[in-house]
């Protein structure tokens, strides 16, 4: 279960070539407020591309309220 006050978001990483969104990571957004930026295996592609992190909410960040 997550901590209360976590700072940890989880991203999706999008590939800057073929567009695909198929890695998901977590981020402090503390210590690293830009844009992340990583070189990922683009199966699709069989290489390696820049994959870059979506500005769009999941939707697994929010806490959702007990009813």
Do not use: Q, W
């Amino acid at each position: 279960m997550a901590k209360k006050g976590d700072k940890r978001k989880i991203i999706g990483l999008v590939s800057e070539e073929s567009g695909e969104r198929i890695y998901y990571t977590t981020k402090n957004t503390m210590n690293t407020p830009e844009k992340l930026t990583l070189k990922k295996y683009s199966p699709k592609l069989r290489r390696h591309v820049t994959f870059i992190e979506t500005k769009k909410s999941l939707g697994r960040n929010e806490v959702k309220p007990k009813k």
